[in-house]
């Protein structure tokens, strides 16, 4: 009697830790998949949703007014920010609070191994859907952008742990589009049962790389590769057995093509064409959407007219040359046109980004440093390699000559992939 108690109470134990797990990684990922419903339905179910957390978390914050907790107006990129932390306590919360009553009352109508293939399904289809859509970000290389000519005239060490990085992953890109690879198959492989344990130990192996990175390189979306990496492992958790004997014994695998037996109707073909479907109009979208970035911001984007660096070899102040001297803060030394933006290099080695706006049937250009009050008003002369500017600015009267710099004199973009090294080539 005894025995059969404690059996019981393990049983309820575990029927209660699951659901808790359940509803909290249904808290975390909701509203997936409702987000992907097209015609700006699902985008807007999901700014909705957001904005119901962002109300929750202000008002859990406001019960404790010796807190300094902000709210960043607008995402910012980062995924470590401490309202995210927040959040994910907060829906800790919520699901542990919710999990009691629930675990009670379905304790006997539906026991926990009952809702786990379902479960086990939603887990698959959402971690393959999330490595798909970073995956096909960097086989169409735009996730990470490489070094800029911005990059080029900067002492390395003025960048960020991450900025090594992301400029690390954006220098090649065949190794970007193989990484993007390893996550697209990982996460095809995912939407399928039969091939479901390759597809998880692929997507283990390629989210536990990430989530090194992340922590390692100070990259902050470590709480969502965290919950990717335990996803991963989650969706492993019925195979273990097998994965023991066969990679540990050496002994082969055993056929339990049950372990996440489902009602047969969920096999019907109807489902399996509508997951087809699914998975092709995903696959397209992210594509075109890749594609269309790519060609307003990426690798595919015309240059502007005047990309490139340029060495300023003339520098006239109302018709009188300013030396090259080291140190003047008001004599250019490099004239930095790059994809989005632009920045002057004073003699001082100060960099001085700017807005910039041309006109190229007049040839004016207006560069607006976002330091200065005023703008330099100039025309300008493209021939060639060179480069002169005419204007004006704050009352002085100005003309530069200046000469592009060609990207391969810098030796970082100057060398390129050799079988043969005779010596190792670290510099």
């Known amino acids: 009697m005894y025995k059969l108690r404690l059996e019981t109470q393990r049983a309820l134990i575990g029927h209660w830790a699951g659901l808790f ?22 985008e807007t179910l999901s ?11 202000v008002k859990g914050v ?16 980062s995924g470590d920010t401490t309202y995210h932390y927040i959040l994910a306590m907060v829906q800790i919360g919520i699901a542990l609070i919710l999990s009691i009553p629930v675990a009670w009352v379905t304790r006997k109508r539906m026991p926990f191994g009952t809702l786990w293939p379902y479960a086990h399904i939603f887990l698959r289809f959402y971690l393959g859907y999330v490595l ?45 589009i193989f990484i993007g690879f390893a996550e697209v198959l990982g996460g095809m492989l995912l939407f399928f049962r039969r091939t479901v344990k390759l597809g998880g130990l692929i997507s283990f192996g390629v989210l536990l790389n990430i989530f090194l990175l992340n922590m390692f390189f100070d990259v902050p979306v470590k709480l969502f590769s ?52 699914g998975i092709a109009w995903v696959t397209v979208i992210m594509i075109s ?13 015309p240059l502007p007219e005047l990309y490139g660096i340029y060495k300023v070899e003339g520098f006239q102040r109302n018709q009188e040359e300013v030396p090259a001297l080291m140190g003047n ?45 005023e703008a330099y008003q100039l025309s300008y002369i493209k021939e060639g390699a060179g480069l002169q500017l005419i204007g004006t600015f704050q ?27 005779e010596y190792p080539n670290n510099r």
């Open 226 to 277: 965290f919950h990717l990496l335990s996803i991963s492992l989650i969706i492993l958790v019925p195979y273990r057995k097998q994965f023991w004997r066969f990679f540990i014994l050496n002994r082969p695998g055993v056929a339990t093509s049950d372990i996440l037996a489902l009602p047969r109707r969920l096999g019907a073909k109807w489902i399996q064409w509508v997951k087809w479907v």
């Open 132 to 176: 798909l859509s970073y995956g096909y970000a960097k086989v169409i290389p735009n996730q990470f952008s490489g070094y800029s000519l911005m990059d080029l005239i900067q002492p390395m060490g003025n960048q960020s742990p991450m900025g090594v990085l992301w400029r690390f992953m954006g220098y090649s890109v065949p190794y970007m």
């Open 21 to 42: 797990l359940l509803l909290y990684l249904f808290l975390y990922t909701f509203p997936f998949p409702l987000d992907s419903i097209p015609f700006s339905i699902g």
């Open 329 to 373: 803060p008001t004599r250019w030394k490099l004239l930095v046109v790059d994809k989005y933006n632009m920045a002057i290099q004073t003699m001082d080695e100060q960099v001085h980004y700017a807005a910039h706006s041309q006109d190229s049937l007049q040839r004016d250009l207006k560069i607006k440093p976002y330091r200065e009050s």
């Open 62 to 77: 406001s019960l404790f007014p010796d807190s300094h907790f902000v709210l960043p107006d607008t995402p910012n990129g």
């Open 289 to 301: 959407i890749n594609l269309d970035r790519a060609r307003k911001y990426g690798r595919l984007m």
């Open 395 to 421: 009352g002085d009267s100005l003309k530069i000559d200046l000469k592009r710099i060609p990207e391969d004199s810098y030796y970082l973009m100057a060398r390129k992939f050799h079988w043969i090294n």
């Open 47 to 57: 700014n909705a949703v957001s904005q119901f957390w962002r109300m929750v978390v």
